[in-house]
Nanobody, 114 residues
Framework: QVQLVESGGGLVQVGGSLRLSCTVS????????VGWYRQPPGKQRELVAT???????SYANSVKGRFTISRDNAKNMVYLQMNSLKPEDTAVYYC????????WGQGTQVTVSS
């Protein structure tokens, strides 16, 4: 069973930055796509960013130019660098890794205060 553990969330002021990390208990050779999703309060979970095995990245329009997804296959880590944070970025952020199915972490809370 794949285990994903997110860290790096917290409280930050508008315009600040956070870096989320996801530790993956699986060899990178068994991982296809990786991604970050978020669930704002009272809303459905939504895609933030993905990083395909081939190296292509994609982002939600709302975070383009502010967020950067990356992966370190040697360390089995996935990251999300978040800059210029806005109150609407407040959400629980989830790491997701695709093998034959999508596997999810437990989430980490990000709160952006104005």
């Amino acid at each position: 069973q794949v285990q994903l553990v997110e860290s790096g969330g917290g409280l930050v002021q508008v315009g600040g930055s956070l870096r989320l990390s996801c530790t993956v208990s699986l060899r990178s050779s068994n991982i296809n796509n990786v991604g970050w999703y978020r669930q704002p309060p009272g809303k459905q979970r939504e895609l933030v960013a993905t990083f395909a095995a081939g190296g292509n990245t994609s982002y939600a329009n709302s975070v383009k130019g502010r967020f950067t997804i990356s992966r370190d296959n040697a360390k089995n880590m996935v990251y999300l660098q978040m800059n210029s944070l806005k109150p609407e970025d407040t959400a629980v952020y989830y790491c997701a890794v695709a093998t034959t199915i999508w596997n999810w972490g437990q989430g980490t809370q990000v709160t952006v205060s104005s």
